[in-house]
């Protein structure tokens, strides 16, 4: 098995952050706005932003280094959030990542952000649908969870997107 790059080792780090961060920001901030009138539970921005991150992880290491990143959140959401909402959060997480692969690695030759956003919509649908019915027995965050989910994936896209052609503006 082949050491990720520190870059591959950071991006993984992050990833397993994120999990454990959405959990506890469910469990200490309940309910927020995420616009258009709409309220999701607190962790749906980290949320959005590990959708992100999950991909340039299997992008710098490999799809067994994300699902084991999974299992690592998953155990430290385990211990420093409420263990429902961490069984809940695996569960999604779990079936989300199941869907982003089906559908990143066959789009991942059109184009990293082509597969990350056409990944990042079916992951974000499936990850709230799971997650809502586990964790509060009720679909009525579905549609903040879906929206909230889509500005922090369109915010992280557009930013890779400026970072790439900063990157070869300069060089």
């Known amino acids: 098995m082949k050491v990720p790059a520190p870059a591959g080792i950071a991006t993984l780090i992050a990833y397993i952050a994120t999990i454990p961060a959405a959990n506890l920001a469910v469990t200490h901030f309940g309910a927020v706005p995420v616009g258009l009138g709409y309220v999701a539970p607190a962790g749906v921005y980290v949320v959005g932003l590990a959708l992100v991150l999950r991909d340039l992880a299997r992008e710098a290491t490999s799809r067994g280094a994300v ?3 999974i299992a690592i959140g998953t155990v430290l959401s385990y211990f420093l959030a409420d263990p429902s909402l961490a ?25 990293l952000l082509t597969a ?24 009525d965050y579905l549609p903040g969870q879906i929206l909230g989910k889509t500005w922090m994936t369109l915010a992280a896209v557009a930013a890779l997107a400026l970072l790439r052609r900063r990157k070869s503006v300069t060089t």
């Not at 079916?122 to 027995?137: E, H, M, R, T």
Request: no cysteine; hydrophobic share 65%.
């Open 87 to 111: 069984m809940a959060s695996a569960a999604a997480f779990a079936l989300a990542e199941s869907m982003d692969f089906a559908v990143y690695e066959p789009l991942r030759q059109r184009g």
């Open 67 to 69: 699902v084991a990143a």
């Open 116 to 139: 990350m956003l056409a990944s990042n919509a079916v992951g974000l649908v499936v990850d709230s649908l799971l997650f809502l019915k586990l964790a509060f027995d009720s679909l």
